[in-house]
């Protein structure tokens, strides 16, 4: 079985993060009844015997669950979304050697997190991302998310995305990328969103482009199907596809609705890969898949991987 990590950076991203957490240990308690470490959960989780090297735990590969840590790391110029997960019921499930805070912020500016942040954390980055590799058996990917119209998420998230391909070149790269609405108030928020795609086009294998506008239509259009009590509707108001209630979250707070929507698509795109099925697929078929011609992904000149037109001919239709 095969192993993910998750890259969690910025406010959104982390938010997307606590959200997505919640959502698969509430999946594996559905479906796990009787608290054995299997494949499904090894996704995402390691097992951990925390009797052992001095407190800090050692990996147990089968058995009973023990003591379950993500496959995660945290990063935030802002110390208080990061805070407030490790002071939560999911305190647990995250240790100090998976998170990177500072308290100062990058301003809403691409380039203080890119530039500035990226470079005083540099190796601290790499080397949480080489520890949270070292614990994989059969690495397959790395998920990031983070936003396009803030400072950290879209500068120092960037940052991150060429560090993991320098660093692990020959794994793919998973980017859930959360963008700015029109209305968005932030008035640099546009800047940073394009400074952020170009890395994107250059660094990742697959974007998974969310919009702030959508989800918030998505999540009224739900709450209203689930008030009318149409004989149709089908969902219900605690459902996990919206509400952040039960589970290991007491209460709902702001954005959750939103960002559950986010950690469903991240939770149901990696099912198949999880669960045994007739329709077992790899991660890596997504991009094959969806993408028969990488070269033919992004038009920027500068990239290697690009397809350049020639000036005096148009492109071919199609």
């Known amino acids: 079985m095969t192993q993910s990590v998750v890259v969690q950076v910025g406010q959104c991203g982390n938010q997307v993060g606590c959200r997505f957490w919640d959502l698969a240990l509430r999946e594996h308690a559905h479906v796990n009844k009787k608290g054995i470490y299997d494949e499904a959960l090894s996704s995402f989780f390691r097992n951990v015997d925390t009797r052992k090297n001095n407190g800090e735990g050692s990996d147990i590969a089968g058995g009973k669950i023990r003591c379950l840590k993500a496959r995660a790391v945290l990063i935030d110029m802002e110390e208080g979304v990061v805070n407030e997960i490790l002071q939560g019921p999911l305190r647990d499930v995250f240790d100090s050697t998976q998170l990177i805070t500072d308290v ?48 950290t998420g879209s500068g120092l998230g960037s940052c991150v995305l060429n560090l993991l391909e320098d660093e692990f070149p020959e794994v793919c790269r998973f980017v859930t990328a959360v963008y700015p609405s029109a209305e968005d108030d932030v008035i640099t928020s546009p800047y940073n969103s394009v400074l952020a795609m170009r890395e ?18 998505i999540v009224n259009k739900i709450k209203h199907m ?26 709902e707070k702001p954005f959750d609705a939103m ?17 045994e099925g007739s329709l077992n697929m790899d991660l890596n078929e997504i991009t094959m898949n969806l993408v028969p011609f990488p070269g033919c992904t992004t038009l920027c000149p500068a990239s290697p991987r690009s397809t350049r037109w020639p000036t005096s001919t148009s492109p071919p239709a199609g």
């Open 259 to 275: 960002n559950n929507i986010v950690a469903n698509l991240l939770l149901n795109l990696t099912s198949s890969a999880r669960f």
């Open 226 to 251: 689930a008030n009318t009590g149409k004989p149709g509707s089908v969902i219900k108001k605690d459902s996990t596809l919206i509400s952040g209630q039960g589970g290991v979250s007491k209460s």
């Open 200 to 217: 994107l086009t250059e660094h990742a294998d697959c974007v998974l482009p969310v919009e702030n506008q959508s989800l918030v239509d």
């Open 104 to 151: 100062s912020g990058s301003g809403n500016n691409w380039a203080v997190g890119h530039k500035v942040y990226g470079s005083a954390y540099r190796e601290q980055i790499v080397e949480r991302l080489r520890k949270a590799a070292e614990h994989c058996d059969c690495l397959q990917c790395f998920f990031l998310i983070h936003s396009m119209g803030g400072g």
